[in-house]
């Protein structure tokens, strides 16, 4: 563990390099830059809540702030995940010239997505504060939900990372599969409109469990319990244990493949 350790300290001047690179190729020629990161979110929530406030007449409250809530965090799944799958493939020139820790490539890609979930985040206490809505001490807890999502998608991008480089019809299938799990998670909608079959079905999604921890602490004013806490470290755990070791099993053949 140790030999990780500091072979991860040493090359961490070169994971700095490789999030400011994706930061800058994701913004470049934009007129706005980095400000889109703060703006996506704000547009999209706007176009959300009056077409589903309208048209579903949900009876939330604070109906703005719950969908920004499901949409920072389902999006930074969404983006972690997609961008963790594509880091190997997409650095193919590199890795053939030098050598690199390959896992660098997909943490990178994560942190970046960290970068677009700190603007999201900001963007909905803003949006919290224009509202007048009252900032409880248990935001501060939000961190923790807010972690275990990170770790999460580190492992499910490993996995991905790994997969993708033999069989890349799995970018495809992803695509599909993300559509498919949005709707499986409570962002735009409440739990309570669902069937009992329905329901048991979303709350078995790992990102359903994240996303209520994260609005009980943000807009409930109430602390996750102590089970739904074992469940987020049990999944995250899961995912990083399994990511790492097929990422490992497979690296030393990414060469063959690129």
Same mark, same amino acid.
């Given at each position: ?104 490539f997909v943490v990178s890609r994560i942190c970046s997505s960290v970068i677009n979930l700190a603007a999201s985040f900001s963007a909905l ?22 972690? /275990?999502? $990170? ?7 490993? @996995?991905?990372?790994? +997969?993708? %480089?033999?069989? *890349? ?16 998670t409570p962002v735009i909608y409440p739990m309570s409109i669902l069937p009992d079959w329905l329901s048991k079905i ?26 739904? /806490?074992? $469940? ?7 995912? @990083?244990?399994?990511? +790492?070791? %097929?990422?490992? *099993? ?9």
């Amino acid at each position: 563990m140790s030999t990780y350790i500091q072979n991860f300290l040493k090359f961490r001047p070169l994971l700095n390099e490789l999030v400011a690179r994706d930061i800058k190729i994701k913004y470049r020629r934009s007129i706005l830059g980095v400000l889109w990161t703060l703006l996506n979110p704000l547009l999209m929530m706007v176009v959300l809540s009056v077409v589903f406030t309208n048209l579903f007449k949900f009876d939330i409250e604070n109906f703005p702030i719950y969908i920004l809530s499901g949409q920072a965090i389902f999006n930074f799944y969404s983006d972690a995940t997609n961008n963790g799958m594509a880091s190997i493939l997409g650095s193919a020139s590199l890795i053939k010239k030098v050598y690199i820790p390959k896992y660098l490539f997909v943490v990178s890609r994560i942190c970046s997505s960290v970068i677009n979930l700190a603007a999201s985040f900001s963007a909905l206490l803003l949006v919290m504060m224009a509202m007048r809505v009252e900032l409880h001490y248990t935001i501060i807890l939000s961190i923790i939900p807010v972690l /275990l999502l $990170i770790v999460f998608s580190l492992g499910i991008g490993l @996995l991905l990372a790994a +997969l993708v %480089v033999k069989f *890349r019809d799995i970018m495809h299938l992803y695509s599909v599969f993300i559509t498919a799990l949005m709707y499986l998670t409570p962002v735009i909608y409440p739990m309570s409109i669902l069937p009992d079959w329905l329901s048991k079905i979303v709350r078995f999604n790992p990102l359903t469990n994240y996303l209520m921890m994260f609005r009980n602490v943000m807009l409930n004013n109430t602390v996750f319990g102590v089970g739904d /806490l074992c $469940i987020g470290i049990l999944e995250a755990g899961v995912s @990083l244990a399994v990511g +790492l070791f %097929v990422f490992y *099993r497979n690296q030393d053949t990414f060469i063959l493949n690129l």
